[in-house]
């Protein structure tokens, strides 16, 4: 129902674009997340994206990420610059307030 695609790895200071598709009836007006999962941590919010394109970002990748929805693809991106190693992760998006099973993600490596 939910599939992130988009990650890879690129070497700090470099910039990747995330993508999640998502069936019309999830995507709609609903709310969206993008959480992520480091290795032995567990997951953490990075950014969300309401019906009305209002955004909020975890501290940690704030002025760094960008998060943006497109309603006519049923797509939600984040734009994530000046990444970081410890931006390191898979990469996870799901609705919100109520959230759908996880899918697999998808994996970003930063090297150093």
């Known amino acids: 129902q939910l599939q992130a695609s988009g990650g890879g790895l690129v070497q700090a200071g470099g910039s990747l674009r995330l993508s999640c598709v998502a069936s019309?009836?999830?995507?709609?007006?609903?709310?969206m997340d993008w959480y992520r999962q480091a290795p032995g941590k567990q997951r953490e919010f990075v950014a969300r994206i309401f019906s009305e394109r209002i955004t909020s970002y975890a501290d940690s990748v704030k002025g760094r990420f960008t998060i943006s929805r497109d309603n006519a693809k049923n797509t939600m991106y984040l734009q994530m610059n000046s990444l970081k190693p410890e931006d390191t992760a898979v990469y996870f998006c799901n609705t919100w307030p109520t959230q759908l099973e996880w899918g697999q993600g998808t994996l970003v490596t930063v090297s150093s």
């Open positions: 019309g009836s999830i995507f709609g007006d609903n709310s």
